[in-house]
């Protein structure tokens, strides 16, 4: 088939083959396809690269501790990946005997791991050849066919995924969904896609109507606001008191210094704790913005003589030049500033 040609050609010439997890290796593999649920490419590779080094093999890998994991994936984002990581390497330690599976239905069992997510591991790693259908796949074949969709569509989705299987060649599976991912990412952008240099140009419905704002997906909610107020805690020692969030799923298994929703529960917490809310030395504000919620934070500095009148965990205390938990990245902005 002439697409398939030139597709492949397209990648010959400009597709990245150069990616650190482009590997015969499945466990490698998994990781990387993890971690590039919702990250991009070049935010990913040194995180990829950090982590391989501390865990080279998945036997490494079935060893760790969830908040080791967690501290590798600070500063990356949805945290749910790292702790569907730590679970599944569990699950294959415990019921696989330490192999990666290699069969198609048994990956969609593991944590994390969906159609798209399992199709690519397999066919990444030369052990079968499956279509996949990630968000620039999606938006590439929606313009190509013209589809004016919403692409979240379960029935939309069900003919994208006809789509890629029908053009899927078996003998060149793995170069192919690389280069239709490369596509999708490099030319066929969100925005601004650069015509010009796809090789599907001729074939493009998108480009011959002139129509670049397909695929249609439904309207994104109205970014939220939230205030949060902090409590910065130093003892005498220069260790901070942190502990491990509770009330937001978005740091989940993160650890950071006291946060709260509004200021009257921070200053009966500090009470409860013998911290008098009214003696904090020193006060910042920043702003952290996610993709869908923009975060502003009131940080109060408390400087401790004593740790005995505090009604607080002993263990709780973290030297400030090597903290052993995953923190997220406010918590970083916070002791940046203390530093300062």
């Known amino acids: 088939m002439k697409i398939q040609q030139d597709i492949l050609a397209w990648y010959d010439l400009h597709g990245r083959h150069s990616l650190p997890w482009k590997v015969k290796n499945i466990y490698k593999i998994w990781i990387s396809e993890i971690m590039l649920q919702q990250t991009q490419v070049k935010t990913a590779i040194p995180y990829f690269k950090t982590f391989i080094k501390k865990y080279p093999s998945l036997k490494k890998l079935c060893e760790a501790k969830l908040n080791d994991i967690l501290k590798l994936w600070s500063g990356l984002g949805y945290y749910q990946r790292a702790e569907n990581i730590f679970k599944t390497a569990q699950i294959i330690k415990s019921k696989y005997n330490g192999i990666f599976p290699k069969k198609y239905n048994t990956l969609l069992q593991l944590p994390g791991i969906g159609r798209t997510t399992a199709s690519a591991i397999l066919t990444f790693a030369k052990i079968d050849n499956l279509p996949i259908l990630d ?109 491990k969030i509770s009330w937001n799923m978005l740091w989940k298994g993160l650890y950071s210094s006291p946060i ?43 400087e401790v003589k004593s740790n005995k009148k505090l009604i607080v965990i002993d263990d709780n205390w973290y030297n400030l030049s090597n903290i052993e938990y995953g923190i997220p990245k406010f918590q970083e902005k916070i002791l940046s500033l203390f530093k300062q």
């Open 135 to 243: 968000g620039n796949i999606k938006r590439l074949l929606s313009r190509m066919y013209g589809i004016n969709s919403n692409i979240l569509d379960k029935d939309i989705e069900k003919t994208l995924w006809k789509f890629s299987e029908n053009l899927l060649p078996k003998e060149k599976a793995s170069e192919f969904n690389q280069a239709l991912m490369d596509i999708g990412s490099l030319i066929c952008k969100k925005n601004n896609p650069v015509c010009n240099n796809c090789p599907l140009q001729k074939k493009c419905k998108a480009f011959k109507t002139n129509w670049f704002d397909i695929p249609k997906i439904k309207k994104k909610a109205p970014i939220k606001k939230q205030k949060i107020w902090a409590a910065l805690i130093i003892n005498k020692q220069k260790k901070v008191y942190m502990k």
């Open 260 to 302: 709260f929703s509004n200021k009257k529960t921070m200053d009966l917490w500090l009470k409860q704790k013998n911290i008098k809310g009214e003696l904090y030395t020193k006060s910042w504000t920043f702003k952290h913005k996610l993709s869908h919620i923009d975060f502003a934070f009131d940080v109060k500095l408390f």
